[in-house]
Every structure is written in structure tokens, then in C-alpha cells.
């Protein structure tokens, strides 16, 4: 068993539709990028890659929004569960950028990547809500399983598990004397509720 784990943490869910597929490669292909160019800095992935987790939640939020008021009718709660989502990968975000410090070149980056991600996650929920919300599910398990590795290589000595910054301590509500390990599982356990709402979402509009 990987270090750290813990229940529901491991459920994949399996393509069904052409939809679900495309879902699931294009995070693939997210994900061979991150390996080629942060290889095993998992801080430093973090931060560029919670700067891209926080876009869809927003996105959905804010086309739910307007899709409720288009039609005058309830939106079942989803623009709340979208916009809290958006809000708390923003929070990740903040976390990481006190642990891993990014670069010059890593703040472009993230500057870019935000860009062009926005806009093609915008274009595809337009597309197919139904499968933005799969592409987030698939994207959330591979956070679950990045954050997993990172956890399994605190406790292995890999990674210096460092005090936790005060804004995490903050937010997750965790002990004064709080590490690393612990603002690790707490974002993972964030990013395993995300990718089960999502998969839910995506579930309900197919």
C-alpha cells in the first residue's frame, strides 16, 4: 500500500463514452508534460499546476450562473460547489507558492499555461459541459495520485518535511506545530472530493 493512503482515495473512473476517452487522454497528455518538466519537484509542480486546477471551477461556475439565469430556474446548488472549488485550488495554490517558492521563468509559465488553458476549458464547456466536468474528474485523480507520490516522498526522507506555512494552518484549521505531511493530506483530500463532484456532475449531465 502507498504510504499515506487512505479510503477513496484510489477509485478510477472507466471511459464509457467517446466524451470520457477524449477526457482522459488529454489529461494524459497534461500529465506526460508535468513528469517531462518538473520530473519528481513536486512543490514546484504544485504550483503551476493548481494555478491551472483553479480555471475550471470558475469557468463552470460562471456559465452555470448565466445558464440559471437564461432559463430562470434553480442551478441545484452547482454554481456554489463550483465556485468553493475554484476558490479552494486557489488556496492550494497559496499554500505551495510559500513551500516551493517558484522562479521567474516558473511565474511565465504559469502566466501562459493559465491563458491558453482558460480559454480551451471555456471553449469545451460550451462544447460539452458534460465532458470539461469528466476532463476535471480525470485531472483530480492525477492530483490524488501526484500528491500521494509527494507524501510517499516526505515520508521517505525524499522531501524536507518543513513546517507548514501559516496560511495553510489557517485555513485547514491544523495544529500550530503542523508539517508538510499534514498540508499534504489535507490537499489531497481536497483534490478526492473534487474529483468525485465532477465525476457526479458529468454523471448527471450524461
Given at each position: 500500500m502507498?504510504?499515506?493512503?487512505?479510503?477513496?482515495?484510489?477509485?478510477?473512473?472507466a471511459p464509457q463514452q467517446l466524451g470520457d476517452r477524449l477526457a482522459l487522454g488529454l489529461v494524459k497528455l497534461l500529465r506526460f508534460f508535468a513528469d517531462a518538466f518538473f520530473a519528481r519537484r513536486y512543490g514546484h509542480r504544485a504550483v503551476v499546476l493548481e494555478t491551472v486546477?483553479?480555471?475550471p471551477g470558475m469557468?463552470?461556475?460562471?456559465?452555470?450562473?448565466?445558464?440559471a439565469?437564461?432559463?430562470?430556474?434553480?442551478?441545484?446548488?452547482?454554481?456554489r460547489s463550483l465556485l468553493d472549488e475554484a476558490e479552494n485550488e486557489r488556496m492550494h495554490l497559496m499554500t505551495f507558492i510559500q513551500v516551493a517558492r517558484p522562479t521567474q521563468f516558473e511565474r511565465l509559465l504559469i502566466l501562459v499555461a493559465q491563458g491558453i488553458f482558460y480559454n480551451l476549458f471555456f471553449l469545451l464547456y460550451l462544447v460539452s459541459a458534460r465532458t470539461a466536468h469528466r476532463f476535471v474528474g480525470y485531472l483530480e485523480e492525477e492530483a490524488v495520485y501526484s500528491y500521494t507520490e509527494y507524501l510517499a516522498g516526505v515520508d521517505d526522507g525524499s522531501y524536507r518535511n518543513v513546517a507548514a506555512p501559516d496560511i495553510a494552518i489557517d485555513y485547514w484549521k491544523l495544529a500550530p506545530d503542523a508539517r508538510l505531511r499534514e498540508?499534504?493530506?489535507?490537499?489531497?483530500a481536497d483534490e478526492a472530493h473534487h474529483r468525485d463532484v465532477n465525476h457526479e456532475f458529468a454523471r448527471v449531465l450524461g
Amino acid at each position: 500500500m502507498t504510504t499515506g493512503a487512505s479510503p477513496g482515495l484510489e477509485p478510477h473512473y472507466a471511459p464509457q463514452q467517446l466524451g470520457d476517452r477524449l477526457a482522459l487522454g488529454l489529461v494524459k497528455l497534461l500529465r506526460f508534460f508535468a513528469d517531462a518538466f518538473f520530473a519528481r519537484r513536486y512543490g514546484h509542480r504544485a504550483v503551476v499546476l493548481e494555478t491551472v486546477a483553479a480555471v475550471p471551477g470558475m469557468v463552470a461556475g460562471s456559465l452555470q450562473h448565466l445558464r440559471a439565469l437564461r432559463r430562470m430556474e434553480s442551478d441545484q446548488g452547482w454554481i456554489r460547489s463550483l465556485l468553493d472549488e475554484a476558490e479552494n485550488e486557489r488556496m492550494h495554490l497559496m499554500t505551495f507558492i510559500q513551500v516551493a517558492r517558484p522562479t521567474q521563468f516558473e511565474r511565465l509559465l504559469i502566466l501562459v499555461a493559465q491563458g491558453i488553458f482558460y480559454n480551451l476549458f471555456f471553449l469545451l464547456y460550451l462544447v460539452s459541459a458534460r465532458t470539461a466536468h469528466r476532463f476535471v474528474g480525470y485531472l483530480e485523480e492525477e492530483a490524488v495520485y501526484s500528491y500521494t507520490e509527494y507524501l510517499a516522498g516526505v515520508d521517505d526522507g525524499s522531501y524536507r518535511n518543513v513546517a507548514a506555512p501559516d496560511i495553510a494552518i489557517d485555513y485547514w484549521k491544523l495544529a500550530p506545530d503542523a508539517r508538510l505531511r499534514e498540508v499534504i493530506i489535507a490537499v489531497r483530500a481536497d483534490e478526492a472530493h473534487h474529483r468525485d463532484v465532477n465525476h457526479e456532475f458529468a454523471r448527471v449531465l450524461g
